[in-house]
């Protein structure tokens, strides 16, 4: 009787290593799936910048009177308006404020700038689109620039899932107005909300206006302002 109980035992542990080593084996197919599929989406992506970076050159061949220059990040822009007498460009800890427009390739305005409105923006420490946020980093102050970014460092494989699709390269034109430090932003807004406290009731405020040289964009056929 204690021998079949043994037999019985010795049996049952059979099974369960035998169990075991199967599920283990099992595995291996996933990973080797994994794998490939991991190499295939690095073909996809590569194709599809490639794609893309075709898309980018034909808008610059339709346009030979225009200089375009590549940088180093992987987009390419052209000036429209230049600052050659500053020397200073944003960096982090700095606080930016500037328009952009939002065109596809073929120059359909997909955000015009008064649906994106005037931006405030600190740099690099606010999520933006990523090919934005280096471009805003060349820019001088009072400069208008052309941006086309290809879609890795636009909006990206899912878009922004309201009007720019996936996979989608822009041509954005962005006006940078001013940037200053944190120190003195925080300090701008608390003269500002001082002010107000103290305004007349029904005083209208002050407004002070600035005309700046007016230079044709010939990628948007429009004037900067």
């Not at 590549?70 to 930016?96: E, F, R």
Request: aromatic letters at 8%; a positive charge; proline letters at 4%.
């Amino acid at each position: 009787m204690n021998n079949s109980k043994i037999i019985l035992l010795a049996f049952l542990v059979t099974l369960l290593v035998s169990g075991c080593k199967q599920n283990q084996e099992a595995r291996r197919p996933v990973s080797q799936a994994s794998g490939t599929f991991m190499k295939k989406s690095a073909e996809r992506n590569k194709k599809l910048v490639s794609t893309e970076e075709d898309q980018i050159d034909s808008v610059i061949k339709r346009n030979p009177k225009v200089k375009f220059i590549a940088s180093t990040n992987g987009y390419w822009y052209t000036y429209v308006v230049q600052n050659t007498l500053d020397t200073l460009t944003p960096k982090k800890g700095d606080v930016a404020f500037f328009n952009y427009e939002i065109k596809d390739l073929k120059g359909k305005i997909i955000y015009s700038e008064l649906e994106l409105r005037p931006q405030t923006y600190a740099i690099d420490k606010q999520n933006i689109m990523t090919g934005l946020r280096e471009g805003i980093k060349l820019m001088r102050k009072k400069e208008k620039v052309i941006f086309l970014f290809p879609s890795h460092i636009a909006y990206g494989y899912h878009g922004d899932e309201k009007k720019i699709g996936p996979n989608q390269p822009l041509l954005c034109t962005v006006t940078l107005h001013n940037f200053i430090s944190e120190a003195a932003f925080k300090k701008e807004i608390l003269l500002r909300k001082t002010d107000a406290l103290n305004q007349v009731p029904g005083e209208e405020p002050t407004i002070q206006t600035k005309i700046i040289n007016t230079n044709k964009d010939t990628l948007t056929n429009k004037h900067s302002q």
